[in-house]
């Protein structure tokens, strides 16, 4: 028996959380160790064709105690919902939910539904890019399943555009705080479709983070009265924009007076070898210059570089001017730039062109191999 207070036991245990054999090493120590290694060993599970059909046998067992454990579920089976969904017992604990690989096209109502039984208390929801949907209405149908949803984030691919009316569809859920949604460049434009049915949500919106790109053109008008809608109530702003978007296009349909508790900006930026700078002001610096950034905290720029030398092509003149101009961004607390790189030695020369701002404290460069992550 373990003589060590339980925090301690917890505390040891909590070290070992990515090893897996040294977790199944100390469930036989005793009950306390059992109990806190299970936790940890069935934290997170990852469901595929080949490990399926051993899970459902352990979790029909009478003897089953690990489903209590699972906090999230990570679905890549190819048949999930004619095969899988059918047999899945109910998961009480399971809070996040991402589904992978999964073709939705034929699906039946009553099946996607079933998702909301099986999942009761999900609060976090990742569709992947690797799903692919006929219609955004079923999209519709499998988020409004889950009532205490907070935070839904979207890459999936649709076959066609959704035509059904506002009305048609589901109710969005009432807790659902952060919505953050990737397109592919060349897929159908879904951002009309759910800022339609985002607004249409009755009562006030308990939205506080939106992150949407790659924003098209025709997007922008439905985008911005959602922008409008949610008011005082966002406070996390994230736009990929396409190069297309004009600053008129964002002076007319893109209003952030009515957003005045907005504190966190996102903008997005592409620099590449071969692009020089535009003779025309691109759409990130229109939203840089609206009037109503006074009282942003954190302002985010993602750079797209394809080589260090690209740093150059950013017109970094331009942005000290913009940050320095008062009341301009006067109650900024964190500048960040989110750089997707193949070489690390980029956030040095980042952080020497902006260099008030460092001697502030307040420069922060993060560079990743990928840009393919949210930023919210």
Known sequence: MSTLPTELDDLIVDHLRDNKHALIACALVNKSWLLSSRHRLFEKVILVDDNSKTFLELAA?????????????????????????????????LKDLHLHYIDVNGVSEIALTQLGAVFPHVTELNVSNTVRFCRLHDLFIIVARFLQLRRLSIKCSFLQEDVDAISHHPPVPPALEVVRVHSKPGSDDPF????????????????????????????????????????????????NLM??????????????????????????????????????PHATWALLAAPQLSQIK?????????LIHAVDIFDWARLNTMLGS?????????????????????????????????????VEVQVTRSGKGFTL
């Open 326 to 362: 008062a009341p301009h961004f006067s109650a900024l607390q964190r500048l960040r730039f989110l750089v997707h790189c193949p070489s690390d030695h980029v956030a040095g020369a980042i952080i020497a062109q902006v260099p008030m701002w460092a001697e502030k404290g307040i």
């Open 192 to 239: 009309p479709h759910i800022a339609a049915w985002l607004g249409a949500a009755q009562g006030p919106s308990a939205i506080r983070a939106l992150e949407l790109g790659l924003l098209k053109r025709q997007s922008l008008p439905s985008v911005g009265n959602l922008v409008r809608m949610l008011g005082p109530d966002l406070h996390a702003l994230s736009l």
């Open 298 to 306: 954190s302002l985010t720029i993602v750079l797209q570089i394809d």
């Open 61 to 93: 067992s009478p003897l089953a105690t690990f489903l209590s454990c699972i906090r999230s579920l990570i679905d890549m089976h190819s048949k999930f919902f004619a095969d899988l969904l059918p047999r899945l017992p109910i998961f009480p604990s």
């Open 243 to 280: 190069y297309q978007i004009t600053t008129a296009d964002i002076e007319t349909h893109l209003d952030l007076s009515r957003n005045i508790n907005l504190q966190d900006l996102t903008v997005h930026v592409g620099l590449r070898r071969l692009h020089s700078p535009s003779a025309h």
